[in-house]
Structures are given as C-alpha cells and as structure tokens.
C-alpha cells in the first residue's frame, strides 16, 4: 500500500531564504509526481508535475526533484517570499491505471516578512 | 476552458438533511475523482468514476454516502442524513480518458457545514 510522507509539518522560515520541502513515498511503481499548493480555505493549485521518467522539473523559483528508486522527492524554493506561504502537497500517482493519486499530509509554511 | 468547477462553494446543512455536492469536469475530461479534507487532515480519497461507472469507492463510507457520475451532467457526491462530522472540504478532481502526461486537476472545493 503506498503511503506518502511529508516532513516537516510545518516551517517557518526568513522572507529571502530559500528552502527544501521533502516528500518521501513507499512504492517506487509510479506513474507521476504532483506538487500542489494550497492556500487557507482555498482549493488545491498544481505547482509541477514530475514523470516517472523525469528527474526534475522548474517553474520560476520552483524547482522539484524526484529520486524514484529512493522513493523521494523535494521541492526547492528560491529566494522565498511571504506570498509564498501555503500549504504544499506532494501527491504520487500509481502505475496501476486505475488507481487514484495519493496525498501526504502536507507542510505548512510561513515565510516571515 | 472553464476548469474543474464545483458547485456550491460553500454549503450549510441541518443534523439529518441531505447534502449534494456538484463537480463538472474539464471539457475532454471522462474521470472523475472525490477527495474529503477534515480539518488539519490531509486529502482522503473517496470515489475514482467514469461516464455512468464507479471504477473505485473504496475510500467512501459504507452508510449515507453515494457518487455519480450520469452520461449527461455532473458528478454528484451525495450525503444523507447528514451529521456533524461530516463537515469537511470536498475536492473534486479530473483527468482525461487516456493518461498521456497529465496531473490531476482540481476544483476549488465544497465545504460542507453541519450545524
């Protein structure tokens, strides 16, 4: 059964920082890797999406890795700001046609102004 | 293209009404799929559908809860008799018949209260 882990929970960081969310996943048999952000009360924004051929992808000061032997991925944020402050979610999607992606809890963070 | 849109945004239901949450695909898009997020919870799988097929509702409760997804229209998510615990946020997310290179798309949400 594939779990997915998100560590820390929570980060509080400088505003101008820049930082690394981790996300660690049990089953290496992927299909892809999405990143989302989540604002408070708000819906769920996709970031980047990883193949399972892919090593890494960017988008502006985002950038996300995936190491899908080791069953991990980060997500690396550049030169933080406090519009940056969200939720961030990694979710996997199985090889298995029909199965559904899975969530990790997610890492709040706060960039501090 | 309007999106994954779900319809109401906000929802407040009495201990034992009923609740109907409403999600319209992306144009293109035939899998449908339902998340539950509790409070401080991360997002649960509820229900994976297609055009007139449940294809996974091992994440949905035994009792009161119900998907669809008919030939025309909506998916519904449907809540009976509604109680407090169920208050949450409902996400509703799409994807294309063939997987190709595509993430999931998401609504942005229902979120249910019951008082």
């Known amino acids: ?18 930082l690394v969310l981790n996300c660690s996943f049990t089953d290496s048999a992927i299909y892809n890797l999405q990143w989302f952000r989540q604002d408070p009360g708000k819906g769920l924004t996709s970031l980047l999406l990883i193949q399972s051929s892919q090593r890494e992808q960017t988008s502006g000061r985002l950038n996300a890795s995936l190491d899908k032997s080791s069953g991990r991925s980060t997500l690396y944020i550049a030169a933080s700001q ?3 402050s969200a939720t961030y979610l990694c979710a996997v999607r199985p090889m298995n046609r029909d199965d559904k992606i899975i969530f990790g809890k997610g890492t709040r963070l706060h960039i501090l102004p | 293209n309007a999106g994954v849109m779900q319809n109401p945004r906000h929802l407040v239901r009495r201990r034992g009404q009923e609740a109907r949450l409403r999600c319209s695909p992306m144009k293109g898009h035939s899998h449908v799929y339902w998340y539950r997020q509790l409070p401080e919870e991360g997002l649960k799988f509820m229900v994976y559908l297609q055009k007139e097929n449940i294809i996974d509702e091992s994440g949905m409760p035994k009792e009161r809860f119900s998907a669809e997804f008919p030939k025309e229209g909506p998916s519904i998510l449907r809540i009976q008799q509604v109680v407090r615990g169920d208050s949450a946020a409902y996400f509703c997310a799409s994807s294309p018949p063939d997987r190709g290179d595509y993430g999931y798309t998401f609504g942005s949400g229902t979120r249910l209260t019951v008082v």
Not at chain 1, 1 to 18: D, H, M, R
């Open chain 1, 1 to 18: 059964k594939q779990e997915v882990t998100q560590i820390p929970a929570a980060l509080s960081v400088p505003e101008g920082e820049n």
């Open chain 1, 82 to 84: 406090p519009g940056d």
